[in-house]
Each structure stands twice: as structure tokens, then as C-alpha cells.
């Protein structure tokens, strides 16, 4: 199953509304299919009938609770209820209903004697602990193992040499590899190059022998990650500028991102070279509006790297403390 075919719903309290819109985009990012009644009811739809329809459609229900609406009495109980119920039709050990806190609180005492399921027997998600996105993909990928949507253009290939030196530079090995990679049309001759990152388990972080100065980086934990595409090299100048000036793939000016970008924040940028150096001085609220407004010009779902993504990527199965090496030398 690909990810664009996996259906999330949300369900939630009005009280959460903002964290579950935020998480909606996130998903949408992600590539996945979530359904929210602010975003997918149409006007004159009977909402009563609808909202059980979703979510028998849905292939993952994210009960989302927090402080305020976790014992709340009204539709979402409702809901919650519908979900247990469908839940017991299907298979022992299926992910369907993840009860997922927003923040510190009571899972609701929620039982239905029918089906033999009670809220509370069901493995909660912490999304507001750091890992919080990660363990909810975590759980989708353990459930379906998505595959990532095909690109539209064929897949190119090209050879590179891997070259291994010791701390004294001097070269140890060399290997022979092939990726395969596409390339999005920007506009104006300019391209975005995307290879292609085969699916695999990585130990991400740093063991306890090896020296972290934020410390931060542990415990090392396994993590599962599925195939995806990456960025060959990071957005350069001449990049942004190309989907930044584009002001009609605004996607959703009443969304809580900013949706005038600088044509260029890039702080090294009056250089001769500058169109191909990195945009380094952009915060998170403007990279996902350039990813938004990137899938509207594509027509595919781009996103930023998850922190697995980047560092399984980053590390392409190496151990050591840098992809390089043991030190960083002159």
C-alpha cells in the first residue's frame, strides 16, 4: 500500500483544533491521506452521516486527546466509540486506533463490553515527546511497510566511486555504486535532482563510549526506515528563488505558515557563485511553505526529512562517528 492510500482519521475536540490542523499538514507532507471535517466535509453534507463513513474508510484512527477534551462528553465520545467498535470486527493484533495525548493527561476509561475492548488496553503516543512523529510513523510502517509513491519521470542512473582514507588521508578503499535518481523541472531551466533511498534498519544515535558534546544523541535505538527520496544536494539559492517568486502556489494563505517568502535570505549571497550555494538561513515555518508550494507545482507530495530520514541517509550504512570517518582532520 502506498502512503498516499493510507486514511487517517483525526478525531478531536474543537478545544484542539490548531495542534490537529498543524498535525493534518504535517501528515499531508508526509505523503499520507488524513481526513479532518474542517478539511474534508463539503458544504451541505450531512456531517452526522459522514464522519462514521470516514472512519470505517480509514485505514488508521488517531484519537487525539489532551487536557481538555480527553473525558469530554459529546460527538467525539461518539466517535471513539464507532472506532472500538470497528476495531473489534477486525483481526487480533491489528493498529487501527491509536490513542495519541497531545500533552500530559488521562486516557478516558472507555469500555464497550460487546467487543471486549477498553481505551485504556491500547498502547498510547506521547506525540508531544520529541520521537512523537517518528513513533507514529513508526506504527503506520509496522501496520502497512508503505511504499513510496513512483515518480513520474523514468528513473535515471548514475555510477559514483566511494573512496575510504585512514586519519592521515591516505586511501584504503574504493568502491564501485550505482543510485538512481529524477529530476523535477523548476522552471527556467533550473532542476531539482532526487535519488532514491532504499528502505532499511539503521542504529540511530551515538553509542555511550562515543564522544556527544550535547549529549543528546541517546540512547542509540533501532529505527525501520522505509524507502524514500531525498535531495542530492541542499536547496541552493537559485532554487528557492525559482519556487519562492511563485506566489500563485500560495497553497493555503489562512494556514498558520508564513506565505510571503523572502526571494532570498541566503546570508552568502553576493558572491559570483552564489545561485549554487546553499539558502542556509531559513527557518522551519518557510521550508514547509516552499515544500507546499513545491507539491503544488509537481504535483507530488515533498516534505522536510524526518531527523531518521536525514541521519540514515546521511550515515548510507556506515558506523562510525562521521560518514567519513572516526575524525574530522585538516
Partial sequence: MKKSEIQIFLAHASE????????????????????????????????RDEIPKAIKASQIFLACLSGKSANKQGYIQREL???????????????????????ECEIPDLRLAEVGLNLRDIHRLDYWEEDGFEQL?????????????????????????????????????????QSQYFSEDLGNGITLEMLAIPGGTFLMGSPQDEKDSFGDERPQHEVNVPPFFIGKYPITQEQWRAIASRTDLKVDPSAPLRVNLDLNPAYFKDRPDSDRRPVEQVNWYDA???????????????????EAEWEY???AGTTTPFYFGETITG
Avoid at 491489528?94 to 497531545?102: A, H, K, V
Avoid at 509496522?142 to 588521508?169: C, D, M, R, T, Y
Fill in 16 to 47: 484542539d483544533k490548531p495542534a490537529v490542523l498543524a498535525l493534518y499538514n504535517r501528515l499531508k507532507q508526509a505523503g499520507y491521506k488524513p481526513w479532518l471535517d474542517k478539511k474534508d466535509l463539503i458544504p451541505g453534507q450531512i456531517w
Fill in 81 to 103: 466509540r464507532i472506532a472500538l467498535d470497528t476495531l473489534g470486527e477486525m483481526l487480533p493484533g491489528t493498529i487501527f486506533f491509536i490513542p495519541m495525548r497531545l500533552e
Fill in 137 to 177: 510513523e513508526r506504527a503506520i510502517t509496522h501496520q502497512f511497510n508503505p511504499e513510496p509513491e513512483e515518480p513520474k519521470q523514468l528513473l535515471s542512473v548514475f555510477n559514483f566511486q566511494i573512496v575510504g582514507v585512514n586519519a592521515k588521508g591516505e586511501q584504503i578503499k574504493k568502491e564501485s555504486k
Fill in 288 to 306: 514547509i511553505e516552499f515544500c507546499a508550494r513545491l507539491s503544488k507545482l509537481t504535483g507530488r507530495e515533498y516534505r522536510l526529512p524526518s
Fill in 313 to 315: 541517509a546521511c550515515r
